[in-house]
T-cell receptor, first 112, second 118 residues
């Protein structure tokens, strides 16, 4: 059974700092991995999608990497801003399945 | 990009009544939609997979008679919480895969519905 873990559970940083969020998964037979952002009381906004054959994806100040063999993904946020404050979730889609397995998320607070 | 619209965004109902939540794919067709439940400070838990024109597939432990799912068209899935009780209070979110056909497409989520049963 796939399990997804995100560390740390919460992170507080000053504005402008670069930071890394971690996601690990137990079963490396994944189809893809997706990073989401969730604001309080809101739905999920997709940030980056990495296919199992890819190593990384970039969008603006965000860069996500994937090391399938070790079961790890990282989300790198450059030059953090207060508007980046949110909970970041990673989700894995297993090969042969349409289901997503989510981690519990990392709550990020960027202080002005 | 793909947009999934979910309504209502919040609802308060009395114990014993039923509540319907709608999930619409606005600019693409979704043969499959997913319904999740999220408890405070917890991750999303998949409740069921909704398939257009056929019965939904429920995850283990989810009562199919309590959480009725209908996916009558390629753009609309509904979740009805029947005979709601306070323990059904939660945040419900739907999602769909698309809007491009083929492989490599991620999932788009609705904005969620906060259900409070009093």
């Amino acid at each position: 059974k796939q399990e997804v873990t995100q560390i740390p559970a919460a992170l507080s940083v000053p504005e402008g700092e670069n930071l890394v969020l971690n996601c690990s998964f137990t079963d490396s037979a994944i189809y893809n991995l997706q990073w989401f952002r969730q604001d309080p009381g809101k739905g999920l906004t997709s940030l980056l999608l990495i296919q199992s054959s890819q190593r990384e994806q970039t969008s603006g100040r965000l860069n996500a990497s994937l090391d399938k063999s070790s079961g790890r993904s990282t989300l790198y946020i450059a030059a953090s801003q207060p508007g980046d404050s949110a909970t970041y979730l990673c989700a894995v889609r297993q090969g042969g399945s349409e289901k997503l397995v989510f981690g519990k998320g990392t709550k990020l607070t960027v202080n002005p | 990009g793909a947009v999934v619209s979910q309504h209502p965004s919040w609802v308060i109902c009395k114990s014993g009544t039923s509540v319907k939540i709608e999930c619409r794919s606005l600019d693409f067709q979704a043969t499959t939609m997913f319904w999740y439940r999220q408890f405070p400070k917890q991750s999303l838990m998949l409740m069921a997979t909704s398939n257009e024109g056929s019965k939904a597939t429920y995850e283990q432990g989810v009562e199919k008679d309590k959480f009725l799912i209908n996916h009558a068209s390629l753009t609309l899935s509904t979740l009805t919480v029947t005979s709601a009780h306070p323990e059904d209070s939660s945040f419900y979110i739907c999602s769909a895969r698309g809007g491009d056909a083929g492989q490599g497409v991620g999932y788009t989520f609705g904005s969620g519905t906060r259900l409070t049963v009093v």
